[in-house]
């Protein structure tokens, strides 16, 4: 789930992204990586959350759309499950989660 809250002037965006229990079942650790943060791997833990899932927040410039997929463990990428949109990737046969704010 992506939970979005506009600034007064419409500049920018907090941007809630939430993996679901179901989701992170079995996993110890959630980034969030894209293009936001230039792929990094590391630049954007997210945290536990007490029903089991991930959660992070990042302030992102309105007017944009921005590519992303989540991190778990190091090892495994995976999607959002309800972004507002995917986009093929340029790697292997996969999609990017698309927000578009």
């Not at 992506?2 to 992170?24: D, H, M, R, W």
């Not at 590519?67 to 972004?83: E, I, M």
């Not at 986009?87 to 989660?97: L, R």
Request: proline share 5%; net charge negative.
């Amino acid at each position: 789930m992506i939970s979005k809250k506009y600034n007064k002037a419409g500049t920018k965006c907090s941007v809630t992204f939430l993996v679901p229990p179901e989701q992170a079942h079995g996993f110890l650790e959630a980034y969030i990586v894209g293009d936001f943060n230039n792929w990094d791997t590391n630049a954007h833990p997210m945290g536990r959350t007490k029903q089991g899932g991930f959660e992070i927040t990042l302030e992102l410039e309105s007017g944009k759309e921005y590519y992303f997929r989540y991190l778990f463990d190091s090892k495994t990428w995976d999607n959002d499950w309800n972004a507002d949109k995917y986009v093929p990737s340029p790697f292997a046969d996969s999609e990017n989660s698309v927000v578009i704010v």
